[in-house]
C-alpha cells in the first residue's frame, strides 16, 4: 500500500457492526444472507472478521438490516476526532471506480447547520459553549489551521476533517492568508 492510498474499513469494526445489527433485528446468519442476496459463507465470513466486502454488499446487508449504511462501517469515535486528507476508512466498489470515505453519519433526531467559513491569520476565533450535546465537524478546503476545544486544539490542512464537542470552550485560528473551511455544527 503507498501512502496514496487511503486504508481500508478495518474488518473488525464491520465484523462488530454486522453481529450487532444482526443480533438486534433477530435474524440468523441464514436468513440475513438470503434477505441481502449473498453466500451464508461470505456473511460468516464477515462476522468472523475476515474476507474483502465491497461497497454492493455493504449496502445490501444495510437494506436487509434495515440500517443506513454507516451503521456497518462508522468506527467508535473519539472526544476529538480527526481525519486527515486521504486517511479516512475507506470502501471500494467492484463495478467501478469509486471509494467512499465516511467521514460522520447523523445519528437519529439531529439537526445539523452547515457554514461556509473564511479565516485570516491575526486573530483567533474563541467560541464560548454551545448548546448541549453540539457537536462540530469542519473539513478545510484552503489553508492551514487551529482548531478544537481549549487545550485540545489541532492544527489542520487542505482535506482534513475534525470532529468534537462544541458545548465546550473551542476556538478557530487560521494559520495561513486565505483559509477555508466548512463547519456543520450539529444539534441534538
Known sequence: MTDATPPRLPLDWIAAALRRERTRAGLSLSELAKRAG???????????????PSVE??????????????????PPAPAVQVIRAGQGPTVRSERSDYAAALL????????RDL???????????????HIPGTVEHIVVSAGRMKAGPDGESVELGPG????????VRHAYEALEPGTKFVLIMQHV
Do not use: C, H
Open 38 to 52: 449473498i453466500a451464508k459463507s461470505t456473511l460468516s465470513q464477515l462476522e468472523a472478521a475476515s474476507g474483502n
Open 57 to 74: 454488499t455493504l449496502w445490501a446487508l444495510a437494506v436487509a438490516l434495515g440500517v443506513p449504511f454507516s451503521a456497518l462501517v462508522e
Open 104 to 111: 460522520s453519519a447523523s445519528p437519529p433526531g439531529a439537526r
Open 115 to 129: 457554514y461556509a467559513v473564511e479565516m485570516e491569520p491575526g486573530s483567533v476565533r474563541a467560541s464560548e459553549p
Open 160 to 167: 482534513d476533517y475534525m470532529a468534537y464537542r462544541g458545548d
